[in-house]
């Protein structure tokens, strides 16, 4: 790592024109995922009166929402932000509030409901790889692009920590759905106002700038098993980290603690994550991100096999903090280096796609850990959570070394991606 005391600082990305505008419009927005996964449970629960039908409804919801994230993030890359963010976020948030006014009272029709969330689903708008985009687009020090990256993924832990206390606010003195209806609101004026930056409204799709088979320094698409390799590992990232939550809980209630316990272990794994994201960008590294991704999710794992080591609740607060500390480093390096890796055009895919890694893994995690657990001792448990991130960062590692492209293949290999490995 280097020590150079002319490393740009995080204060540095928002000296930026319009930075701080566009960052906090974004944050915005994005605060309204937080809070939107517990309101429409909540809304559904409490309007049909069944766990399963809410479970149905919430799982319908996520499926929809992360496996479509790609082919939303192209209508990204194609007509650019402002073309295809506000059509998508306006849809998306009347689709919440026509949600929160059906299920507003008990007895709410399952079919609508369901139906509602569903769509609603299909049209999240991909804020968190469109930001991720715009700072690839805008920023040109590779030192700040990992300082913004690392601090997008350090606020983002925030926000879904504190979208459930919003919630919770909420729902003191109003019915869950007026949550959901909060929900909209915040995904609607942050996109609005995303889009309106003039930092946003700078960055043009390919097509309008005239594009042609190169980006700026003769970066062409390498294949994809560039963009293979951080999927892979995020995949694995989300995994453990899905499965994690679950045994969380199963290890409280062994151990014949109370549900409130599990909150406060799940807010240690968070707080080491924004710890070690920080950090992560803070730093300057020698090592290309494509030799650290195998080395931060091999730790992760490690981590999670002493997580499943612990004895007491305190001592799994402590390794789950420590595992932690590896989740935000491994993920903003998984998103660097699928933009190193976006040909034209495709830079919100590529960042779309680490991020469906993540969260599919994550649910995919916590259904296979539902499976084991009670057929499993749950410190065996936790070793084949974190047996599943060494087997991505495992992955990684043998795919490490990418054939160098051939010089007369008509195009070179740039500075970004030699330093992004």
Do not use: K
């Not at 024109?17 to 409490?46: N, Q």
């Not at 913004?148 to 926000?159: F, K, P, T």
């Not at 290890?251 to 070690?276: D, I, K, P, T």
């Not at 599919?360 to 084949?384: D, N």
């Amino acid at each position: 790592m280097s020590a150079s005391p002319s490393r740009p600082s995080y204060a540095a990305l928002f000296r930026m024109p319009h930075a701080r505008r566009t960052f906090a419009a974004a944050m915005t927005g994005r605060l309204s995922y937080g809070v939107v996964s517990l309101a429409m449970m909540l809304t559904t629960t409490r309007a049909t009166g069944s766990y399963a039908v809410a479970g149905t409804v919430m799982a319908l919801f996520g499926a929809t929402s992360v496996f479509l994230s790609p082919a939303r993030a192209a209508l990204i890359d194609r007509y650019g932000p402002r073309r295809a963010l506000i059509p998508m976020a306006s849809l998306y948030a009347g689709l919440l509030t026509a949600f929160a006014v059906t299920a507003w009272r008990p007895g709410a029709p399952v079919a609508a409901v369901g139906a509602l969330a569903v769509a609603a689903g299909a049209c999240t708008p991909p804020l968190g790889p469109t930001l991720r985009a715009v700072w690839g687009e805008v920023v040109q020090d590779e030192r700040l692009l990992q300082r913004a990256y690392s601090l997008d993924g350090v606020v983002e832990e925030i926000l879904f920590v504190s979208g459930p206390l919003v919630v919770g606010a909420v729902v003191r003195t109003a019915p869950p759905a007026a949550a959901v209806v909060l929900s909209a609101l915040l995904v609607w004026s942050g996109t609005l106002a995303f889009v309106l930056s003039p930092l946003v409204a700078g960055v043009r799709p390919p097509a309008a700038r005239g594009a042609s088979g190169t980006a700026r320094g003769g970066r062409r698409e390498r294949g994809g098993r560039a963009l293979a390799r951080p999927v892979v590992a995020a995949a694995g990232v989300g995994l453990s980290l899905g499965a994690v939550d679950l045994l969380v809980m199963a290890f409280a209630e062994r151990h014949h603690h109370g549900a409130g316990v599990v909150a406060w272990v799940l807010a240690a794994l968070s707080l080491g994550s924004a710890l070690g994201g920080l950090l992560n960008g803070a730093v300057d590294w020698r090592a290309a991100p494509g030799v650290r991704l195998p080395l931060l999710a091999g730790a992760l794992g490690l981590a999670l096999l002493g997580a499943g080591l612990a004895q007491s609740l305190g001592a799994l607060a402590v390794a789950v903090a420590c595992a932690g500390f590896f989740v935000a480093p491994a993920l903003t390096t998984s998103y660097l280096m699928a933009d190193a890796a976006a040909p034209p055009g495709f830079r919100t895919r590529a960042g779309a796609w680490v991020n469906t890694a993540v969260n599919a893994g994550g649910s995919m995690g916590t259904a296979g850990a539902g499976l084991l657990v009670g057929r499993l001792p749950l410190g065996l448990c936790f070793a084949v959570s974190g047996a599943v991130a060494m087997a991505a960062a495992l992955v990684c590692a043998r795919n490490a070394r990418t054939p160098r492209p051939d010089a007369d293949a008509g195009f070179e290999v740039t500075d970004r991606e030699r330093l992004l490995g």
